[in-house]
């Protein structure tokens, strides 16, 4: 070798070096529940969730410290609520989400404003829009947000806990005889949930169905009458209410044409309408007391 070639093959050398152990990431991409395509050009650091089920999504995929801002109402995580507010579900502060700057935003399908997730994907920031059907979604959604944060290994190990508790629990009530039941999730006025909706799936998993199984909508009203003419055994209330007052509100229909009896079931909102995982005891508790309504009438 020439003495003047040393120089130049040392230098090449070092460079090559250098750009093996330079952090090099690929573009992260994945297709959110809108059907579109997002892609990110490095695992994400400043995440906002406009939904309190979001957010707790977010620190089940071990994104959690990454979390800059949420919405009104979200308190899990407990450190979750002292994060600063960028609206609800009836709007959103955009000049704060601009200060912010993140560098993604998840949002809720039908939770939140479509005019405002509209606004949201036209401006320059990756938006996900997350849409739960089923209770496997949770999982699915835990494992999005952790290839989004470059958090694979602690996302995959959630989302397969949450889906081996799952299963647990569709095995055991698989054989259960079936109850008809009306969700309420809220009073007045009296809204339920449809055959798409993943409270829908939490029956199926308790070895019950949804009694209103022709509703077209995921979520909105409900004439009384058709409640009344779904002939439930069950109604589950997830409104929030205390059970006596709910209870108290339903006295004038508890009792049915015929003699038939139906039953009241009030669980906390926040196991069963929230889409994280802690929906799984919230399933397992609506389990145990559909199977105690089915001791009774076995008695």
């Not at 050398?13 to 330079?22: D, G, K, P, Q, Y």
């Not at 959630?158 to 039941?181: C, H, K, M, P, T």
């Not at 070895?207 to 004439?223: D, F």
Request: glycine content about 6%; aromatic content about 6%; hydrophobic content about 45%.
């Amino acid at each position: 070798m020439r003495p003047a070639q040393a120089p130049i093959r040392r230098a090449l050398v070092v460079a090559i070096l250098l750009f093996a152990t330079w952090p090099c990431f690929a573009a992260i991409g994945v297709t959110d529940d809108a059907h579109r395509r997002v892609a990110v050009d490095h695992p994400v650091r400043r995440i906002i969730a406009i939904a309190p089920d979001l957010a707790e999504l977010v620190y089940a995929a071990g994104a959690g410290q990454w979390l800059i801002a949420t919405v009104r109402g979200a308190d899990y995580p407990p450190q979750v609520a002292a994060l600063p507010s960028v609206g609800d579900a009836s709007g959103l502060d955009f000049e704060r989400i601009r200060r912010l700057e993140p560098d993604l935003i998840l949002a809720w399908g039908s939770g939140n404003k479509p005019a405002d997730i509209a606004r949201l994907q036209a401006g320059p920031v990756a938006v996900v829009v997350l849409e739960p059907h089923t209770l496997d979604d949770v999982a699915r959604h835990i494992r999005i947000i952790g290839e989004l944060a470059g958090t694979q290994l602690v996302a995959e190990k959630a989302a397969s806990r949450f889906e081996q508790g799952l299963r647990r629990l569709r095995q055991r009530y698989a054989d259960a005889s079936v109850i008809n039941v009306v969700v309420e999730i809220w009073q007045q006025p009296l809204f339920t949930v449809g055959p798409a909706h993943p409270l829908s799936d939490a029956l199926r998993t308790c070895g019950a169905r949804n009694a209103l199984a022709n509703y077209p909508l995921l979520a909105g009203p409900v004439p009384i009458e058709d409640v009344l003419a779904a002939h439930a055994d069950a109604i589950v209330s997830v409104t929030g209410m205390p059970e006596p007052d709910t209870r108290a509100h339903w006295s004038r229909f508890l009792s049915l044409p015929g003699g038939k009896s139906v039953r009241l079931i009030s669980i906390d909102p926040d196991l069963l309408t929230r889409s994280g995982p802690r929906i799984l005891k919230g399933v397992e508790l609506l389990c145990v007391r559909l199977a105690q309504l089915r001791d009774k009438s076995a008695r």
